[in-house]
């Protein structure tokens, strides 16, 4: 009997993913630490993924700007593999494999980031397909990526395309892949909505390779419109451009996650992509630019993490994870937190004004309550103004771990009041 594909993520994915830290440029030794990180600390919380971003296939990657028309790594039948200068476990045509074997022992899953469509220097030297007399370059689209210059897209009209398709997720099986990211895909307003077929047949091909693996669509803002095709065919999909410790970008989240909430459920989940929290920027120029510790204060992260949470966006952090301090780990470790954005099968924007926004998210056991302040100013709530949006004197607060009191409460700017109840 055939496995439902939203099997892979019944609650939002959890984990690391290498892009914030290091661009295209991560290297072996890197991945590695930060997953042994992972498994000793956040594992028991439900982190569990470890994702290595784009260009893995890139031998002189140093950043996250791209290095255009560079030659790749890749196999007699036109399929990318890791570079053994940064991958050292590759080497002699062993690919992910004893990368993701390692990544396992750890009791966590390996993901990879790729591209949509065949290898841009595969097509210009009509290189092999696997199983068929066609080359690359008869099964091209002329569609490339406005922004990276890897891949032409793939002729889904004919059936060497879906068999292309077919053959990566067989490789990637085989390798032990757990969660794909596949990029310049989700969304796809530039080519008039053609990318459809590619995530179909990314969807179809990893179904026939017999091996789960979570479907990660960027990037964003991917169509409204295309809600129900995603759900049909993704785990999970990008609602916004590359997001950054930029308060701006932050606020902007409230809009896009009202809009979106509807449509998440188990197997589904709407993405406001990757945690900018901890040590950032170590060989990435992108948004603010620089090695930096995130530039989002405290009650920044917080709302940041509350807002992603009762919106159950899956949660991927993109620091280097062994330098977190004792805050950011316990606030990524917060259990009540958590079992919020596994639990909630319910929720919605309740209110908004220009300086507070308040969402409500149901469980089985809790009713949820989050209060932003979106203000430059604190702002105090009276016991009635809590009251009006249903907030009782029973409720608990989440970050603060405590009781509320039976008074008003004090929001600082840019922080959040996050409350669960009994029901």
Sequence with gaps: MKTDFRHAALVPPKGWNSWDGYGASVRENEVRRNAEYMSKHLKSSGWEYVVVDIQWYEPTADSSQYHDFYPLVMDRYSRLLPSEERFPSAANGKGFKPLAD???????????HIMRGIPLQAVHRATPLKSTQKTARDIALN??????????????????????????????????????????????????????KEVAALRKAIDRSGRQMVLSLS????????????????NMWRITNDFWDQWPLLYEMFARCEQWAPISRPGN????????????????????????????????QKTMLALWCLMQSPLIIGSELPDLDDWTLSLITNSDLLAMNNEITEKYQLYRDDKLIVWQAESPTYIYYGLFNVSNRPLQLSIEQ??????????????????IAKQGQRIESHDVLLIKEAL
């Design 102 to 112: 390692y990544i396992h022992s750890l009791g966590l899953k390996f993901g990879i």
């Design 143 to 196: 569609n490339i990526c406005p922004w990276n210059t890897d891949m032409y897209g793939v002729n889904l009209a004919i059936p060497e395309g879906q068999d292309y398709y077919d053959c990566l997720m067989e490789l990637y099986a085989d390798w032990g892949v757990d969660f794909i990211k596949c990029d310049d895909i989700a969304n796809s307003t530039l080519y008039r909505g053609a990318h459809k």
């Design 219 to 234: 990037p964003g803002p991917a169509p409204i419109t295309n809600g129900a095709f995603f759900q049909q065919n993704a």
């Design 269 to 300: 989940w709407p993405d406001c992509d990757m945690l900018p929290l901890g040590h950032i920027g170590i060989r990435s120029v992108e948004g603010p630019g620089g090695d930096r510790m995130t530039r989002f204060t405290k009650d920044e």
């Design 386 to 403: 809590l009251q009006k949006f249903g907030v009782r004197d029973k409720g608990f607060d989440i970050f603060k771990q405590e009781s």
